[in-house]
């Protein structure tokens, strides 16, 4: 008879080895043998990653270059810019891969088989990963094909009285929070938030909303910033005051206040009111679908049907759409509007110019109400628009996800699940597209060659997830300078830092601009 237990009696000198091993070591020996095989598994799976791209050659063991995540310098992205085409990073769990070269960017940009936008890891955390930004494919093409009529020239042109009276009334705030300053400089980029908050608060989501719900939200906006770090310490969404703890209330706190408006707007365009803001004209859309199923569902077949049927969002889905306007605006309009006018201060030669040509668009009466062929008429102003756009990008990288392995070049794979970050910043300052590109002139919109340098273009991206509201973004920076320059007066008062760039999910002067603002005569 077979002896069934003779496997079990050899593998016994196997396991008292083992017991005699573990008896004569300590734990201290245990957990530095366990440290040591995990940081070779990262190393190794960090070189792997890396193949032949431009890096560092070994990763710091785990967190990599989390220090400087927390503290992000322009220069060293523009080092990174330039070490090569592609190159990586690997903090903690994620690794990143920057796409510099602007082929390879709008490659990126443009590979929606590939990739889909993350914003960055956070971001669905904070607007909710149903939010449309992060659909994909069909899904996502036919959402933005009902949020197109919010942003075409009808609708601009009706979002123009709301947007002059928020400036109005912030100018007349910069000129008394710099008088009640007694004249002395203060540090205009709060100021520069708050207006955009508002700008985009009463475009977005009109008078639903009060002045008190505007400044909270602009205030609270600073901690879903400060959240914004390309990666951030793993599980932190739940830990208690981290950046991303405050960022979560904050943003729940938007989408709350955005929801209320989205059913007060319901009860108002169900009742026949005009639009005058953006939640109205897409639910008065919805108004018009539901209108239109309901006459096919009775047999009327004469019906007008809708350039688009829109369901029946809920007021959260509404909120949600709107947060991601205000997620996609807020800073970098913040950034835009920083810069444009600390440069202005600083060229009076071109303010000159941008004051004269409002003044003949309105025939020389200042107090004419904006219009979009105004606005659409000024090349001059829309020039340094544009240029301000391209010197100091307030976008300067996109993070896309890798849905699964990415082949971005004949020699290089991007592995399944990292970060692929297509660089705006190089394109938009490449020396043999834009001369002198690290020089402020708009001129270069009008009697250059600029703007056929289409594929150079990046502010918006491009490919199917490029802004949807690029022209509005641009005709607003032209109303507010235009108006600006009607109305009011500064001066700025440059320190030693005025010229470096803080980035803080934009780019900032590092100072914050301070500026000195009087009421023209």
């Not at 431009?54 to 990763?59: Q, R």
């Not at 891969?97 to 929606?112: H, Q």
């Not at 019906?303 to 949600?320: C, H, M, N, W, Y």
């Not at 025939?363 to 000024?378: F, H, T, Y």
Request: proline share 6%.
């Amino acid at each position: 008879m077979a002896n069934t237990s003779a496997p079990y009696h050899a593998s016994m000198p196997v396991v008292h080895f083992f017991e005699e091993y573990l008896a004569t070591i300590s734990r201290w020996q245990i957990f530095a043998t366990t440290l040591l095989v995990l940081i070779v598994y990262d190393q190794f799976i960090y070189i792997k990653n890396k193949g032949s791209i431009a890096g560092p050659t070994f990763k710091m063991p785990f967190i990599g270059p989390f220090l400087q995540v927390l503290d992000p310098k322009f220069e060293a992205y523009k080092k990174q810019f330039a070490s090569g085409k592609l190159s990586c990073v690997s903090v903690f769990h994620k690794f990143v891969v920057l796409a510099s070269d602007r082929d390879l960017a709008r490659k990126v940009f443009n590979s929606s088989t590939f990739v889909k936008p993350c914003v960055v890891p956070v971001a669905e955390d904070l607007m909710g990963s149903s939010a449309w930004v992060f659909l994909d494919g069909k899904a996502h093409v036919d959402f933005r094909k009902g949020l197109d009529g919010l942003f075409t020239r009808k609708a601009l042109e009706s979002y123009l009285p709301t947007q002059e009276k928020v400036l109005s009334d912030y100018f007349s705030q910069f000129v008394r929070a710099s008088r009640d300053n007694d004249g002395n400089p203060i540090p205009f980029m709060a100021h520069f938030r708050e207006i955009n908050c508002a700008l985009s608060c009463r475009t977005f989501v009109g008078h639903y909303i009060s002045d008190e719900a505007v400044k909270k939200i602009a205030d609270d906006y600073y901690c879903i910033t400060a959240a914004l770090e390309l990666v951030n310490v793993p599980l932190s969404l739940y830990v208690p005051y981290t950046k991303v703890w405050r960022g979560k209330r904050a943003a729940d706190g938007v989408l709350a206040e955005f929801a209320k408006c989205a059913a007060k707007s319901k009860v108002h365009m169900t009742a026949g009111g005009k639009p005058t803001c953006i939640i109205d004209r897409w639910i008065s859309s919805m108004i018009e679908s539901k209108r239109y199923r309901d006459e096919v569902a009775a047999g009327i077949e004469n019906g007008e049907k809708p350039s688009v049927v829109l369901r029946e969002f809920t007021d959260f889905e509404i909120a949600q759409t709107m947060f991601t306007f205000l997620f996609a605006s807020q800073d970098a309009s913040s950034s835009a509007t920083t810069w444009l006018f600390q440069i202005m201060a600083q060229r009076p030669d071109v303010l000159g110019r941008v004051r004269q040509e409002n003044l003949e668009a309105r025939n020389g009466d200042v107090n004419a109400p904006l219009g979009l062929q105004m606005l659409e008429s000024m090349t001059y102003t829309n020039a340094v628009v544009k240029e301000l756009l391209r010197y100091r990008p307030p976008v300067i990288f996109v993070p896309y996800l890798a849905k699964k392995a990415f082949p971005v070049t004949p020699t290089y794979t991007v592995p399944q699940g990292a970060l692929i970050v297509p660089s705006c910043y190089p394109a938009l300052h490449d020396p043999e597209v834009y001369t002198q590109p690290d020089l402020f002139e708009p001129e270069r919109w009008i009697s250059g060659d600029a703007s056929e340098k289409s594929k150079n273009w990046l502010v918006f991206g491009t490919g199917p997830h490029n802004c949807i509201a690029q022209q509005y973004v641009q005709l607003t920076m032209t109303a507010m300078i235009g108006k600006a320059a009607l109305e009011v007066d500064w001066v700025h008062h440059p320190t030693t830092r005025s010229e470096e760039i803080k980035v803080f999910a934009t780019l900032f002067p590092m100072d914050d601009c301070p500026l000195v603002f009087t009421k023209r005569a």
